[in-house]
């Protein structure tokens, strides 16, 4: 416009054309500075709009790439483990459940077909699947046959009854805990092939009834089982062939001496439960006790009730 006189529709008309390399040709003769200008143009203009061009696709193809690789090496991961948990489902109860195993350092794997979790998992460097839980090919990729629990915590009762009935055909060993809408649906889950089905809703509404009727058990409780508090926890450990107490009495065993820990019961491996079990009672591999004390105690006594528990060495020593 200023060096030819054109208008604005000839100049724009002539610059696209000229940028888009398509040559039309001239729309009016040029003189020597426009021809100048138009030489111009097409060097940095053309070689700009290239370059920005070639930048767009890089990104898409490094982003891609980059998503393979990320996919890949979670893939990866996967494969590598055995007696893991799968989580299926990343709503309100499947994030509480995987926020208490991770902090307790157990594997898992999420399954939620949601995408806008993705980030979440990222950041949280979980191990996931972004896929729909009740396919075959989505649990095996999971590493269903390895894994040592499926928790079926998908948004509706009918989608959690299709998983459990999918992953009971594809692993009849495997332990399945499933959430429950309703009494109704415990009974589907349960007959689909869940070996524990919980309610959250009539649980939640348990509780505030305790609380009102037992208020001081129920703090108790809450104050044994809520990680935030350091004072107190109740624990289960199983006793180990390997360790030192296996055989002896809880009298012999100095667990309340050494440890300051009052134990609750003791599960025998016929699954028979002693409560309050008196000093009398032995401990035999294959039994559980359930202990209540600070946190530091539990763990020291785990490392001699199970010495191959993860730190248990570290512990003893």
Sequence with gaps: MLIEGWNA??????TITTLATVGYGEVHPLSNP??????????LGVG???YVAAAVIQFMVEGRILLLLGRRKLDRKIDRLKNHYIICGYGRIGKVICDKLRRENFDLVVIDKNPEFIDTFESKKMIYLCANAGEEAVLLKAG???????????????????LVLTARQLAPRITIIARAGNEAAKKK?????ADTVEA????????????IIRPTVTNFLELAFT??????QMEE???ADASALNGLMLKDSGIRQQYQLIIIAIKKANDQMLFNPSFEAELRAGDTVIAVGEPSNLKRLEAVLNPAAPGAKAIAD
């Design 200 to 211: 959250p809703y009539e649980i939640g509404a348990a509780t505030m009834a305790q609380r």
């Design 144 to 162: 269903l046959h390895r894994a040592k629990a499926l928790i079926a915590a998908l948004a509706t009762d009918i989608d959690n009854v299709f």
């Design 9 to 14: 529709i000839d100049a724009l008309y002539m």
């Design 189 to 193: 889950l349960t007959a689909a092939g």
């Design 227 to 232: 990680q935030h508090h350091n004072d107190i």
């Design 48 to 50: 700009f709009f290239f």
């Design 34 to 43: 426009g021809r100048i200008f138009s030489m111009a143009l097409i060097v």
């Design 237 to 239: 450990i199983p006793v």
